[in-house]
């Protein structure tokens, strides 16, 4: 039963990417009254937003996104209460370096049992803490269905209809009035909407030109890489830290994450593969769909190598192997606002490792400027979808702490 509004008074909003974005957007967006249809290529969650670490820290961001962390994290802590979530917990955070093993650094935790050089405390409990992906993102499009009437259309979305200026001198903005969609079998739809959200992670850039933009309005760069998972290790469901690991003569720079069933999970493998070429990520292409996004399996030795110095248990083969692209635009920062030219339509992408964190208050921010006008939370004047920053060299655009690099940096 809807909370706020009648059927006949409701926005109608389209939100296309079933990420965490696109989930805590229609959330959000249903909590205040719209009607959200949701729109999803694959699964809710099929792309990283179920396959990231979901590591979460409070005071890690700095300048713009101070903010963003800060408030991204109280909101994590509620909805883990508000949505039942077995997987969030707080956690301490450890930076730990293999070599010639020290006493005391090897007291860190029981199971750090190998060589272990350095071990020091990163961060700290309640500042630190771990989430399943797949778990908030599937319980934040679930919430929306079952609590505020969203529905979930499994399609490929093709471009947009929108109204033309009332004369071709007008400067007045467009407006989208529908959604175009390839679903089963073949068959287009055309979504109706008053509003449309873009929340499609990496392959968002492909839909400037929709809006009558340039290719590369969005510059977001995929980065995709490899993880690795051992499964149900009990020493470390009994004694979890998250650790941020030194970088390995063999490219590794392991940030590794315990969950909550005793899953260690590891990114920061090496040999990322940037994508670039939008032609990779439209139909056709090798990275077309969040299933088609191929692990790549030469860096798998090598992080059990080093994953397996530091510990006993991580010595044998990981039990999965998966991969997932994040979209990083060339300053690390996110697009979100109103899309140029379009009085309807609006972006939100390119949210780098920090996705998941950030996925509850963006959503909600999302849902602020979209049906109340401004975005009150949290100032996302520097996230601008039209801001256009020269492109960056590549570096510097991992996670950090304040404003020192943290873990693999792209």
Known sequence: RMSTTSAEQQRRVVV?????QGASAAYHLGKKGAKVTLVELESVGSAASG????????????????????????MHQELAKELG??????????????????????RMRSWLDGDV????????????????PLEITSALAGAAVDKYGAEIVYGRALGVQSSAPASPSSSAAKEVSGVRVQVAGNEVK??????????MGVWSTLCAP?????????????????????????????????LFCGQEANGTHLEIYPRSNGDLYACGIGGSDYVEDRARLAVGGDCEAPSKVAADLRRVEAANASAGKLASILKPP???????IRP????????????????????????????????PVSGLLMAELMLEGRAKTVDIRAFSPDRFLPRASRGGKGRKMGDVDVGEQW
């Open 16 to 20: 296309l990417g079933g990420g965490i």
């Open 51 to 74: 396959k990231a670490g979901g590591f979460l820290a409070k005071d890690w961001g700095s300048g713009p996104t101070a903010k963003m962390h800060t408030e991204s994290f109280r």
């Open 85 to 106: 979530l077995q997987t969030f917990r707080e956690i301490e955070t450890l930076s730990v370096a293999s070599g010639r093993p020290s006493g005391k650094a090897k």
């Open 117 to 132: 050089a350095k071990a020091s405390v990163l961060d700290t409990v309640p500042n630190t803490a771990q989430v399943t």
């Open 190 to 199: 055309v979504l109706p909407c008053d509003d449309l959200l873009i929340a």
């Open 210 to 242: 929709w809006f009558d933009l340039p290719e590369n309005a969005w510059p977001i760069t995929g980065i995709k890489s490899t993880h690795v998972i051992w499964k149900e290790r009990k020493e470390v469901q009994e004694e979890p830290a998250a």
């Open 318 to 324: 990981p039990d999965h192997v998966g991969a997932c």
């Open 328 to 359: 990083c635009p060339p300053d690390a920062l996110p697009f979100m606002g109103r899309i140029a030219g379009h009085a309807n339509a609006y972006i939100s992408a390119g949210h780098n490792c920090w996705g998941i964190l950030w996925g």
